[in-house]
C-alpha cells in the first residue's frame, strides 16, 4: 500500500483548548474469543477511570476478541462486532452513566462481509459515534483484512485527537496528518510484543510527539494474546517527546495523564516545527549525483 503524500496546505493557525483534559490509557488482559468478558473489563475500567475524572478511556487494539487473528477467521461473526451490536450495551450503558468517552480497539465486520481493525468511539453520551479502521495493516494482516481509507479526528472539551491503530504510527505520515488537521493529541490502541515491539513503541511514540508537538497515547496488551508476547508499558508522552507516564509490563492498570493546553503552547513556542513548516514547500525537485572515477 503506498504512503500517503503529506497534505498540500499549510500548517493550522496556533488553536489551544481552554482548560486539561484528563485521559486514561487502559491495559488489561484479553480473553481470548469472549467478548462477554472482555466488553465487561471495557466497562469496569471506563468505571474506574471515570471516578478519578477521566474524560476519555483509550483501549488496546483488537481488545474486545483479543487480538486471535486464526480464531477470528474461524467465525467472524463470533469474534468480530457489527454496527448496532447488543454484546456493545455495557459500554455504552458505562459511557452514559459516568459521562466518560471512550476509543475501544474491535474487529469490526461490515455488511459486504469485509473485516477491519477499527477502533469504536463511544461518546460521553453512550453512543457510538464513530470507528477509525486502521489504515498501514501489517503484513499477517493483509489476507483477513481490508485497510481503512481515512483519518479519524475526534473532538472532546476544546481538543482535538487524532486516532492510529497499532503499525499505523510507524509512518511518520500518519501523524503528521493528524497534526496537521489540528490535532493536540494523537491516541493509539496497539499491540507491541516484548523485544522489538517495546523496542519499536520507544522509538516511534516519542519521535511522533517532537515531530508534531503532540501529546502522544499509548494503550497495549499484556500478557499473551494471539501468539504475541505483550509487553504492556502503556504510555504518555509530552509534546517535546518526554515521557509522562508509564504502566508496568505484565499487570492491569490504568495510566492517567492530564493532558495541559498551557504545556502545549509552550512547546510549540520552542519548538515551531508545524509553523516552520507552513513556509516551505511541500515538494521540492530532488537533484542526484554519481561519484565516482573517470
Given at each position: 500500500?503506498?504512503?500517503p503524500?503529506?497534505p498540500?496546505?499549510?500548517?493550522?493557525?496556533?488553536?489551544?483548548?481552554d482548560r486539561?483534559?484528563r485521559?486514561?490509557?487502559?491495559?488489561?488482559?484479553?480473553?481470548?474469543?469472549?467478548?462477554?468478558?472482555?466488553?465487561?473489563?471495557?466497562a469496569?475500567?471506563i468505571?474506574e477511570?471515570?471516578?478519578?475524572?477521566?474524560?476519555?478511556?483509550?483501549?488496546?487494539?483488537?481488545?474486545?476478541s483479543?487480538?486471535?487473528?486464526?480464531?477470528?477467521?474461524?467465525?467472524?461473526l463470533k469474534y468480530?462486532?457489527?454496527?448496532?451490536?447488543?454484546?456493545?450495551?455495557?459500554?455504552?450503558d458505562a459511557c452514559?452513566?459516568t459521562?466518560?468517552?471512550?476509543?475501544?480497539?474491535?474487529?469490526?465486520?461490515d455488511?459486504?462481509?469485509?473485516?477491519r481493525?477499527s477502533?469504536?468511539?463511544?461518546g460521553?453520551?453512550?453512543?457510538?459515534?464513530?470507528?477509525?479502521?486502521?489504515?498501514?495493516?501489517?503484513?499477517?494482516?493483509?489476507?483477513?483484512?481490508r485497510?481503512?481509507?481515512?483519518?479519524?479526528?475526534?473532538?472532546?472539551?476544546?481538543?482535538?485527537?487524532?486516532?492510529?491503530?497499532?503499525?499505523d504510527s510507524?509512518?511518520?505520515?500518519?501523524?503528521?496528518?493528524?497534526a496537521?488537521?489540528?490535532?493536540?493529541?494523537?491516541?493509539?490502541?496497539?499491540?507491541?510484543?516484548?523485544?522489538?515491539?517495546h523496542h519499536e513503541?520507544?522509538?516511534?511514540?516519542?519521535a511522533?510527539?517532537?515531530?508534531?508537538?503532540?501529546?502522544?497515547?499509548?494503550a497495549n496488551h499484556?500478557g499473551?494474546?494471539?501468539?504475541?508476547?505483550?509487553?504492556?508499558?502503556?504510555?504518555?508522552?509530552?509534546?517535546?517527546?518526554?515521557?509522562l507516564?508509564e504502566?508496568?509490563?505484565?499487570?492491569?492498570?490504568?495510566v492517567?495523564?492530564?493532558?495541559d493546553?498551557?504545556?502545549?503552547r509552550?512547546?510549540?513556542e520552542a519548538?515551531?516545527?508545524?509553523a516552520d513548516?507552513?513556509s516551505?514547500?511541500?515538494?521540492?525537485p530532488?537533484?542526484?549525483?554519481?561519484?565516482?572515477?573517470?
Open positions: 500500500m503506498p504512503l503524500s503529506t498540500d496546505r499549510p500548517a493550522p493557525a496556533p488553536d489551544f483548548p486539561p483534559l485521559i486514561a490509557a487502559a491495559q488489561a488482559q484479553a480473553v481470548a474469543g469472549d467478548l462477554p468478558a472482555n466488553v465487561a473489563t471495557v469496569d475500567l468505571r477511570a471515570a471516578s478519578d475524572g477521566v474524560r476519555l478511556v483509550l483501549f488496546a487494539e483488537k481488545f474486545l483479543g487480538y486471535e487473528p486464526e480464531l477470528i477467521r474461524t467465525d467472524p468480530s462486532v457489527q454496527p448496532g451490536d447488543p454484546r456493545l450495551a455495557p459500554i455504552v452514559r452513566e459521562g466518560t468517552a471512550a476509543v475501544v480497539g474491535a474487529a469490526v465486520r455488511a459486504d462481509g469485509e473485516l481493525i477502533a469504536l468511539v463511544f460521553p453520551d453512550g453512543a457510538l459515534t464513530t470507528r477509525y479502521d486502521k489504515q498501514y495493516l501489517f503484513k499477517a494482516e493483509r489476507d483477513t483484512y485497510p481503512g481509507t481515512t483519518g479519524c479526528t475526534l473532538q472532546l472539551d476544546g481538543w482535538r485527537l487524532g486516532l492510529g491503530i497499532c503499525y510507524g509512518f511518520p505520515e500518519h501523524a503528521r496528518a493528524a496537521l488537521d489540528g490535532c493536540h493529541a494523537y491516541l493509539v490502541g496497539a499491540l507491541f510484543s516484548v523485544g522489538h515491539g513503541s520507544r522509538t516511534w511514540f516519542p511522533r510527539a517532537l515531530d508534531n508537538t503532540l501529546y502522544m497515547v499509548l499484556i499473551t494474546t494471539g501468539g504475541w508476547n505483550t509487553c504492556g508499558a502503556s504510555a504518555v508522552w509530552s509534546p517535546d517527546g518526554r515521557l507516564a504502566a508496568g509490563p505484565d499487570r492491569r492498570e490504568l492517567v495523564a492530564d493532558l493546553p498551557e504545556v502545549l509552550t512547546t510549540r519548538e515551531s516545527l508545524l513548516l507552513a516551505q514547500p511541500r515538494t521540492t530532488r537533484d542526484r549525483h554519481t561519484l565516482g572515477l573517470g
